[in-house]
């Protein structure tokens, strides 16, 4: 994991993740907990609260359901604006789905819808960009692609990175705050990204070896790959 200098997640702040991946949550809690002491709220699709054990396990730990595509969704921005009144973080997926995508490689984070910018609107909360890559080396694709690579990623062992980018404060306006949340998670995604690697990262730019040397030297010395 890797940081911005000014990187920090106060409490009630809202993070933003880039989502490529049913493994990613996982990924980016894990160095959360691990590197930050974070424990945020999660808001998630609803179809996780039907699997067995799983639901209970996270209405216990205070996770909300998103029902997308119905009348109870925008109820999942009046919890998470409770939780960031309480003090505790909340971490939401703007762009709202996984990317259809087959493959397993990276690729920039797609629109995100309006929710993010509604919801820092009406509470006031800073944002905190997150960007993460690898995670799709664990599982993309079908179902059966998907299980078979679970099974197998203590085998291959595919690298994961998670980058914490510097908090911002959103315009009132959601068009603009959406624009612009959406780019600090984009640039958050491609330093995670260029840490492994991976080619999408270094699309547009004329000299990769020199972006990576000038992105690792904003990062903290104590910085660790996760």
Known sequence: MTTDPEARVEPGSILVVNHTSLADPALVLAALRRRMA???VVLATAGLWRIPGLGRALSREGHVPVHRGSARAAA????????????????????????????AGEKPP????????????????????????????????????QIAGVLTAPVRRPGLHVHIGTPLRL??????????????????WRTAARALGEPAAFAGSPDPAAVTRRSAGRRRPESQRV
């Not at 919890?79 to 003090?87: D, F, K, N």
């Not at 315009?171 to 958050?188: I, K, M, S």
């Open 38 to 40: 974070v424990e945020p």
């Open 171 to 188: 315009p009132a306006d959601v068009t603009a705050a959406t624009a612009l949340a959406h780019g600090a998670v984009t640039e958050a």
């Open 110 to 145: 797609e629109p995100f819808r309006t929710g993010l910018a509604r919801l820092a609107a009406v509470t006031g909360a800073p944002v905190v960009p997150v960007g993460q890559a690898g995670a799709r080396r664990i599982t993309s694709g079908g179902r059966a692609k």
């Open 76 to 103: 999942a921005l009046d919890h998470a604006a409770v939780a960031l009144a309480s003090g505790r973080p909340v971490m939401l997926y703007a762009e709202g789905r996984i990317p259809p995508r087959r493959d």
